[in-house]
T-cell receptor, first 113, second 113 residues
Framework: GDSVTQMEGPVTLSEEAFLTINCTYTATGYPSLFWYVQYPGEGLQLLLK?????DKGSNKGFEATYRKETTSFHLEKGSVQVSDSAVYFCALMGSGGYQKVTFGTGTKLQVIP | SQTIHQWPATLVQPVGSPLSLECTVEGTSNPNLYWYRQAAGRGLQLLFY??????ISSEVPQNLSASRPQDRQFILSSKKLLLSDSGFYLC????????????FGQGTRLTVV
């Protein structure tokens, strides 16, 4: 079945540091890939998405590229801010059937001033 | 525009008591609906999904059940709560027939005491 593996956290960075959160996936066909963000006590918000190979999703300075050859969708940001502190989830939606969304375990990011 | 409502936001229930969490979606028809649980320090686990009224699929055997009495209403229930049912429950919806993202409610924090 489909699965998503993302790097363990927590990740602690200083403000303005470069961020990378690794994500790899296993799926049949051509899934869509997503990054969601969860701020404390809240639900999940879509951060960015990519629906086909080589697509780059971007939002709020974050970006991720759909790499089918390496089955990866790593999240990057050039300069993090304290307000980026949250839990980040990599996810995929399968290309067939009932459109199940499969999530990684989440990576907690803490940005310190 | 589409919106998703989930309530209550927080709930404290004694062991052995019943549970009913409700989720409704507005602004779309025949959505796929999902219930997820996020246990403390863990990722998101898909509990149930529904592709139509009265159609419920369970991902994992457990003490919970789900129902979809109307097109845009999804209810999560239990007859007798266990301590292990504590967690953060999230309802989500997605368009059918398209490989797009899922949209999440704000979640319900359930504590079983």
């Amino acid at each position: 079945g489909d699965s998503v593996t993302q790097m363990e956290g927590p990740v602690t960075l200083s403000e303005e540091a470069f961020l990378t959160i690794n994500c790899t996936y296993t799926a049949t066909g051509y899934p869509s890939l997503f990054w969601y963000v969860q701020y404390p006590g809240e639900g999940l918000q879509l951060l960015l998405k990519a629906t086909k190979a080589d697509d780059k999703g971007s939002n709020k300075g974050f970006e991720a590229t759909y790499r089918k050859e390496t089955t990866s969708f790593h999240l990057e940001k050039g300069s993090v801010q304290v307000s980026d502190s949250a839990v980040y989830f990599c996810a995929l939606m399968g290309s067939g059937g009932y459109q199940k969304v499969t999530f990684g375990t989440g990576t907690k990011l803490q940005v310190i001033p | 525009s589409q919106t998703i409502h989930q309530w209550p936001a927080t709930l404290v229930q004694p062991v052995g008591s019943p549970l009913s969490l409700e989720c409704t979606v507005e602004g779309t028809s025949n959505p796929n609906l999902y219930w997820y649980r996020q246990a403390a320090g863990r990722g998101l686990q898909l509990l149930f999904y529904s592709v139509g009224i009265g159609q419920i699929s369970s991902e994992v055997p457990q003490n919970l059940s789900a129902s979809r009495p109307q097109d845009r209403q999804f209810i999560l229930s239990s007859k007798k709560l266990l301590l292990s049912d504590s967690g953060f429950y999230l309802c989500a919806w997605a368009l059918t027939g398209m490989n797009t993202e899922a949209f999440f409610g704000q979640g319900t924090r359930l504590t079983v005491v």
